[in-house]
């Protein structure tokens, strides 16, 4: 009963159908997947990393690419993504070149709860669902909660906001379970990227601070490039900062600040959070191959 599983990209799914997907793919080919229960969220759902690799890789000797999804909650198309980036990965032989060049690590889930509430309860719910003690308001955003540069400008104190920061970095279950994961792998880890919605555009650390890292223009190239295989959507590239808007505690900083050189925070086309079942393949063929040009970069790292 196990090595079947209800997943397609025809429409949005639930947590038990990603995670029942996710279990068949580790039964179906253990020598390709492993999934890593990484801890819990606030509600006590499994975080789950998906380490997919080349049957003939040597543990721990590839760089290596790391991509979230899922951290706001309504952000359906961000989940839709990853599982369809895994999926491409394991089960199409035609994607090997991509597990010779990296070893990858998706976490298609990084907010369950979050996700499950939009499902249940209010389909424009953004943040997790944890109770912060103001007995009103619930949930943290964990893209502001992230311990680089936490709690400055670009964040909000207030619990009933949507951008509250949580009360002090690494406050939630969800984004210190992540960030202990990555710290584990970082000497390895090459390339972050953050699947969020909606915006056809990359952005590029930092998001706390006007002052660009001093390989910017490392950044931008490879996100140029990268960018330039897609067919359907154009994507700009620009700095959070200076030419988005500024926020601290996020996941990218974060990243960024630890050594990944690549960090970035992708924001899917096109201009709603709710886009129609119909995107989902159009939004996630037209980015795979962008994969192609990542992992070509980091396999010279
Ligand atoms: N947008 C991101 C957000 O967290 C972002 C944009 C990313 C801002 C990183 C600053 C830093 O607000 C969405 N759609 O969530
Ligand atoms: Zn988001």
Same mark, same amino acid.
């Given at each position: 009963n196990k090595a079947v599983h209800r997943m397609d990209w025809t429409s949005y799914h639930r947590l038990d159908d990603i995670y029942g997907y996710l279990n068949y793919l580790a039964d179906t080919y253990p020598n390709i997947v492993q999934l890593i229960d990484i801890g819990t969220s606030y509600e006590n759902r499994t975080l789950y990393v998906v380490h997919i690799s080349h049957p003939s890789s040597i543990p721990e000797t590839k760089p290596a690419i790391w991509i979230d999804a899922g !951290?706001?909650?309504? #952000?359906?198309i961000s989940p839709a993504l990853a599982t369809y980036i895994i999926h491409q990965l394991v #089960?199409?032989? =035609?994607?090997e070149g991509l597990l010779l060049s990296a070893d990858w690590y998706i976490m298609p889930l990084m907010n369950p709860d979050g996700y499950e509430y939009s499902h /249940?309860?209010?389909? +424009?719910w953004r943040k997790s669902r944890s109770e912060t003690g103001s007995g009103k308001c619930r949930g943290v955003d964990l893209n502001r909660?992230?311990?680089?540069?936490? $709690?400055?400008?670009?964040?909000? /104190?207030?619990?009933? =906001?949507? $951008?509250f920061r949580g009360v002090k970095a690494f406050s939630e279950p969800e984004t210190i379970a992540t960030s202990n994961f990555i710290l584990k792998k970082a000497n390895l880890i090459k390339l972050y990227l953050t699947l969020h919605s909606f915006g056809q555009v990359v952005l590029i650390p930092w998001g706390h601070s006007a002052t660009l890292p001093s390989d910017y223009g490392d950044l931008l190239a490879l996100a140029k490039s990268a960018t330039s295989t897609f067919q359907r959507y154009k994507y700009k590239v620009v700095n959070l900062a200076t030419q988005f808007y500024r926020a601290t505690g996020t996941s990218a900083d974060w990243a960024k600040s630890i050594g990944i050189k690549y960090s970035y925070t992708v924001e899917l086309p096109?201009?709603?959070?709710? +886009?129609? !079942?119909?995107?989902i393949l159009p939004v996630s063929q037209d980015f795979f191959p962008a994969l192609n040009v990542f992992a070509a970069e980091v396999a010279t790292l």
């Open positions: !951290v706001h909650a309504r #952000e359906w #089960e199409d032989p =035609a994607n /249940v309860k209010n389909r +424009l909660n992230f311990g680089y540069q936490w $709690g400055d400008r670009g964040a909000y /104190v207030d619990p009933c =906001a949507k $951008g096109t201009n709603g959070f709710i +886009l129609p !079942v119909s995107n």
